[in-house]
């Protein structure tokens, strides 16, 4: 269920207590208390605040303040803030809220209903007003569910124009975009669906569609990882049938090499078998696993350059850093493009 709804519906069970006086008192009080909100001023940082609760309980990060050195701010965020005051979004505080309390309670968990939360509770915190086919520089501008493609902006430039373009759910047998370098994908399968990839056509290329297939059940053969019902994986290399995923704690497989725990940083311990957090630096990898702060290198985990520290471009710097000049550093520049360069003319 979508926050929009949930907030349409919240008063709904104090209707049958109408009858008596005193419960409807009661409701009127409550009624006139105002719901949380985020002003549009506050919301970049917040957004950062937020992310980094997650990040950090999920295990991407090791600490909150390692986290604020090292996620920037969210640029579409930033833009669609900037151009709410030229007629090209508007922002609702509330659903601001909603959303940023939908993020700090998000399950840790690698399952399609959490992406699914997450996207329905930010989507309509701003209300886009550029048309599908008029230029847009983010997401946010851009009406109703479609999205801004900036597909042929060179190097991912910040003030080069995109395109709105119409957001698609894909039904089964429908032919499906599959990810290539540098393009949006504007389409995608609906959630009980996957993009099935085709047989090797023996040109050498990568094939750029497929087609949505329905996700099978618990014990049912399958071919590719993402081929199962939410909370189960595919057991591609092995019996190829899909398999449920372990919680926290639980028992788990460590033998099945795309790995048999449902949390995004959770791995089978092959002492254990039990899913537990995944390795930091100094640990041995599992099944070239580490945490999200931590890369793995020749077994070994090895933790990822903080703000201020060497880097040599080996191993990533963590977060949003970027190796420059040797040393990982944060881009703090926040732009706000109200006008742009056209992408240039695709090479021939």
């Known amino acids: 269920m979508s926050p929009v709804s949930l907030r349409s519906s919240s008063s709904s069970w104090w209707r049958p207590l109408c009858g008596v006086a005193l419960g409807c008192l009661l409701v009127l009080a409550c009624d006139t208390e105002e719901a949380p909100a985020v002003q549009s001023a506050d919301l970049r940082v917040d957004e950062r605040d937020a992310r980094c609760e997650y990040l950090v309980r999920c295990g991407f990060m090791p600490s909150r303040d390692v986290c604020l050195a090292s996620e920037s701010y969210d640029q579409g965020l930033v833009q669609a803030l900037g151009v709410t005051s030229f007629d090209r979004a508007g922002y609702d505080p509330e659903l601001a809220a909603v959303w940023l309390d939908t993020l700090r309670d998000l399950s840790c968990d690698a399952t399609v209903e959490n992406v699914r939360m997450l996207a329905d ?7 886009g007003r550029i048309d599908v086919g008029d230029s847009c520089f983010a997401d946010e501008e851009c009406v109703g569910e479609a999205i801004c493609d900036r597909s042929a902006c060179p190097g991912n430039q910040v003030c080069c124009t995109g395109e709105c373009v119409e957001w698609r759910v894909l039904s089964v047998g429908q032919t499906c975009p599959l990810p290539q370098d540098g393009v949006r994908i504007s389409a995608v399968c609906e959630d009980l669906a996957y993009c099935q990839v085709p047989p090797d056509d023996g040109s050498g290329m990568p094939p750029t569609q497929g087609t949505c297939q329905a996700r099978v059940d ?20 092995g019996s190829g049938n899909c398999y449920k995923l372990a919680a926290s704690g639980e028992m788990c ?18 002492s254990s078998s039990t899913c537990v957090a995944a390795p930091g630096p100094g640990e041995a990898c599992v099944h070239g696993r580490c945490a999200g702060w ?20 080996s191993i990533p710097c963590l977060g949003d850093l970027r190796c420059q000049d040797n040393v990982c550093q944060l881009t703090t520049t926040v732009l706000v493009c109200l006008e742009g360069d056209p992408p240039p003319p695709p090479m021939m």
């Open 218 to 237: 618990n014990g049912l053969p399958c071919d590719a990882v993402d081929g199962c019902l939410d909370g189960q994986r595919c057991n591609v290399s």
């Open 121 to 127: 509770a930010r989507a309509p915190v701003f209300a």
């Open 253 to 270: 497989n460590p033998d099945l090499q795309q790995g048999s725990c449902i949390g995004l940083n959770e791995v089978c311990s092959p």
């Open 294 to 313: 931590a890369v793995c290198r020749e077994d070994m985990c090895l933790a990822r350059p903080l703000a201020g520290e060497a880097c040599d471009g």
